[in-house]
């Protein structure tokens, strides 16, 4: 079979009906439990409540998201896979589904394990729920380039997926906490927590699932996907469209996990009010529930490209009022991180609607399926998620940041001071402005466009 007898059939004008996609959007409610709750608890469960080291515990985290790096990609290859043999890629999406034993298995390390073999528990699972989040993720993010439908649609149906997710990293964020009993959780308070998440996690990604296969129904998808393995990834990789989408991205991606790595410093060191943490974090993901449709009407009016080339300058020229600090007042500065906030929701949803561009653009020219396209994806996403915090740790270690425990506080060297401030205002916008630099060299969306 030749490439071209591979190849998608053209998009189509048609409209997704809402129920089908209120269904896929439902699977990122459980995804948003898996993106949030082991980044706000897992560090702190591990220090505070299993005794492991820090330098460990950090260990511990870390490793499982250099596995992501490599793992996303074979998941790709997979999922291209079942794509071409089966006509879905409903197995892996299915496979996915156990993410939630996982989840629930991170927080019930046994009453006897402490420090090392504390560590190990948490990181073997850790390990083991990112391999099955990719399962999940791939296939799923794979679905607007599978389905027939154009250029406009793709954003649509990603911006129903985006306002899902928001809701689901906020639910979670609140409610995590207060399932582990707050201030004075236990080994019991964070089972308890994982098994009640777990459940709910469960039921959304299979509602995802079945919400995909409707969507199929709506809108068929090819019934061949092409080929993938290292071949396919090297020619992924040597797709100009989608190399310098990428690069952006993961300029976009280490940015803005950099900057929810900085809020608590922030909050403490330059705001000198810990409790602010909340109300930052808030400013920062909230404005995806209200402004997404926004981003989808100007979308639809210039383009995904410029709206986006907007959302990076917006990013960068917030960050620069922070670097100000305490002296530009509170209220400025929380407006500042809702600047960030409207601009983060359209660096979401429009990357993301922009990928299925690109596989679709690439589709006329070779066999390459969207699952070898979407794991390089994920993959970028992971790598951003992890360089982001470690950009930040090292600007404080440069800043001579004194460490300390919980009941502590040490007296900061105005340097270390300088540079929690910086590093959550300056860093960034020096970061983005290279994601802008490099997005600008991507240039298929009037194509895309005119084209759909």
């Known amino acids: 079979m030749t490439g071209l007898d591979r190849r998608p059939a053209a998009a189509t004008d048609t409209t997704l009906p809402r129920g089908p996609l209120a269904g896929f959007a439902a699977g990122s409610l459980g995804m948003g439990v898996w993106v949030t709750v082991p980044g706000l608890l897992l560090l702190y469960f591990l220090t505070d409540v299993l005794a492991v080291g820090p330098w460990l515990a950090g260990l511990a985290l870390l490793l499982p998201k250099v596995a992501d790096v490599l793992l996303h990609p074979w998941v790709g290859h997979r999922a291209d896979v079942e794509q071409t043999?089966?006509?879905?890629?409903?197995?892996?999406?299915?496979?996915?589904?156990?993410?939630?034993?996982?989840?629930?298995?991170?927080?019930?390390?046994p009453g006897g394990l402490t420090g090392?073999?504390?560590?190990?528990?948490?990181?073997?699972?850790?390990?083991?729920?990112?391999?099955?989040?990719?399962?999940?993720q791939v296939p799923y993010l794979a679905?607007?380039?599978?389905?027939?439908?154009?250029?406009?649609?793709?954003t649509r149906l990603m911006a129903f997926r985006m306002v899902v997710l928001t809701l689901g990293i906020l639910v979670s964020g609140l409610l995590a906490p207060l399932l582990t009993g707050g201030d004075a959780a236990t080994r019991g308070g964070y089972q308890r927590m994982g098994v009640v998440l777990a459940v709910g996690m469960l039921l959304a990604m299979l509602v995802g699932v079945a919400g995909i296969a409707r969507l199929r129904g709506s809108a068929p998808a090819s019934t061949s996907s092409g080929h993938g393995g290292w071949r396919a990834l090297r020619t992924a990789l040597r797709d100009r469209q989608f190399r310098w989408l990428v690069a952006a991205y993961l300029a976009m991606s280490t940015t803005t996990h950099l900057v929810l790595a900085g809020v608590p410093y922030y909050a403490e060191y330059e705001l000198r009010a810990p409790g602010l943490t909340t109300v930052l974090v808030a400013a920062f993901v909230?404005?995806?529930l209200l402004v997404t449709p926004a981003w989808l009407v100007v979308a639809r009016r210039v383009g995904k490209q410029r709206a986006l080339l907007g959302a990076q300058g917006a990013f960068a020229l917030g960050s620069l009022v922070l670097a100000v600090g305490r002296p530009a007042g509170l209220p400025v500065l929380v407006a500042a991180v809702a600047v960030l906030g409207v601009a983060f929701a359209g660096m979401q949803l429009l990357p993301f609607s922009m990928l299925p561009d690109v596989i679709r653009a690439a589709s006329t020219t070779s066999a390459?399926?969207?699952?070898?396209y979407t794991g390089v994806w994920t993959a970028t996403e992971a790598t951003g998620a992890a360089l982001g915090p470690y950009a930040y740790?090292?600007?404080?270690?440069?800043?001579?940041?004194?460490?300390?425990?919980?009941?502590?506080s040490p007296v900061q060297p105005d340097a270390a001071l300088a540079a929690v401030r910086y590093g959550f205002g300056l860093l960034p916008a020096v970061a983005m402005l290279a994601a802008l630099l490099l997005q600008r060299r991507y240039t298929l969306d009037a194509t895309a466009r005119a084209t759909s």
Not at 368 to 372: C, V
Not at 393 to 408: H, K, M, N
């Open 85 to 109: 043999r089966r006509g879905d890629r409903r197995r892996l999406l299915l496979l996915g589904c156990a993410l939630p034993v996982a989840f629930a298995a991170l927080f019930a390390v």
């Open 116 to 136: 090392t073999p504390a560590a190990a528990w948490v990181a073997v699972f850790f390990i083991a729920g990112n391999l099955l989040f990719a399962a999940y």
């Open 143 to 154: 679905t607007p380039a599978d389905l027939r439908i154009g250029y406009h649609e793709r």
């Open 286 to 288: 909230a404005p995806a």
């Open 368 to 372: 390459i399926g969207a699952g070898t």
């Open 393 to 408: 740790a090292l600007c404080l270690t440069v800043g001579g940041f004194v460490a300390s425990t919980a009941g502590e």
